[in-house]
């Protein structure tokens, strides 16, 4: 089993719709979930960082953890072609530095 | 302010060279962690350094390398270049000012190395 998993893409979603993310982890003592975004040829940047169980929005992106399925979730609402992007999920524990990566999802947005 | 810089962006080595990358965080940032990015393994931690200590190494063999200077800048060496090490190198840096897990880690723009 991989530490970090992400559901299968390609995600394709029309544009003004709602595009969902999903992450399951397998070390139950992470801490910290955060979700990158990398465009084609650059570096991943992040779009939302979360620590406790719940919801937490920012802007058209909500983030939800739920601990105790060690899983957590990106949503996307009024999706945007600028959107389209590899979305990674990282998880990180006590161990100073080390985040680890889901192997991302291609998310294409269409006009 | 500026961003997490890496140098240089594009290298090309033949096996058996080695190479070595530098990255100079965001000012004020003490923490820098180094990750490689292929198509097949996706983003994998290589080390952290913090206060010219590493405190974390990720799975790679010893050929893999780094150091932290007084000022936080860092370098990463690859000695007996193979062609598996062909890959997009990221630097990442945060400030880890006792913020343990909620540390943010920002990367900079990377080095893709190319092995021939």
């Known amino acids: 089993q991989k530490e970090v998993e992400q559901n299968s893409g390609p995600l394709s979603v029309p544009e003004g719709a709602i595009a969902s993310l999903n992450c399951t982890y397998s070390d139950r003592g992470s801490q910290s979930f955060f979700w990158y975004r990398q465009y084609s040829g650059k570096s991943p940047e992040l779009i939302m960082s979360i620590y406790s169980n719940g919801d937490k929005e920012d802007g058209r992106f909500t983030a939800q953890l739920n601990k105790a399925s060690q899983y957590v979730s990106l949503l996307i609402r009024d999706s945007q072609p600028s959107d389209s992007a590899t979305y990674l999920c990282a998880v990180k524990g006590t161990s100073y530095g080390k985040l680890t990566f889901g192997q991302g999802t291609i998310l294409t947005v269409h006009p | 302010k500026a961003g997490v810089t890496q140098t240089p962006r594009y290298l090309i080595k033949t096996r058996g060279q080695q190479v070595t990358l530098s990255c100079s965080p965001i000012s004020g940032h003490r923490s820098v962690s180094w990750y490689q990015q292929t198509p097949g393994q996706g983003l994998q931690f290589l080390f952290e350094?913090?206060?010219?200590?590493?405190?974390n190494k990720g799975n790679f063999p010893g050929r893999f390398s780094g150091r932290q200077f007084s000022n936080s800048r860092s370098e990463m060496n690859v000695s007996t270049l193979e062609l598996g090490d062909s890959a997009l190198y990221l630097c990442?840096?945060?400030?880890?000012?006792?913020?343990?897990?909620?540390?943010?880690?920002?990367f900079g723009a990377g080095t893709r190395l190319s092995v021939l």
């Open positions: 990442a840096s945060s400030m880890s000012l006792g913020q343990g897990p909620r540390d943010i880690q920002y």
């Open positions: 350094y913090f206060s010219e200590t590493q405190r």
